[in-house]
């Protein structure tokens, strides 16, 4: 079994930033992908960002340019760096371990972005 844990989540005003860690019990360069999601109220898990065992990302069309996903293997980390964070972007934000054919999943941490 995998466990994946995230923090950093909090509330932020709009246009800050945070940086939310995943950290994984075991290797995470065994994975297959690492993935961000979101749920916001009253919506559907959707994914964010995410980077495969080559190092290739990929983003939702909503985050480019603001949000940087990236890992540490050394620390069995990854990370999702958001920048110039939007009301729209508030949800709790989930990481997942994709390690064919088993997805994991952390616990969520809550986002919010207000005034």
């Known amino acids: 079994q995998v466990q994946l844990v995230e923090s950093g989540g909090g509330l932020v005003q709009p246009g800050g930033s945070l940086r939310l860690p995943c950290a994984a019990s075991r290797s995470i360069s065994s994975f297959n992908a690492m993935r961000w999601y979101r749920q916001a109220p009253g919506k559907e898990r959707a994914l964010v960002a995410g980077i495969i065992f080559s190092g290739v990302t990929n983003y939702a069309d909503s985050v480019k340019g603001r949000f940087t996903i990236s890992r540490d293997n050394a620390k069995n980390t990854v990370h999702l760096q958001m920048n110039s964070l939007k009301p729209e972007d508030t949800a709790v934000y989930y990481c997942?371990?994709?390690?064919?054919?088993?997805?994991?999943w952390g616990q969520g941490t809550q986002v919010t972005v207000s005034s």
């Open positions: 997942n371990a994709f390690d064919v054919p088993r997805n994991y």
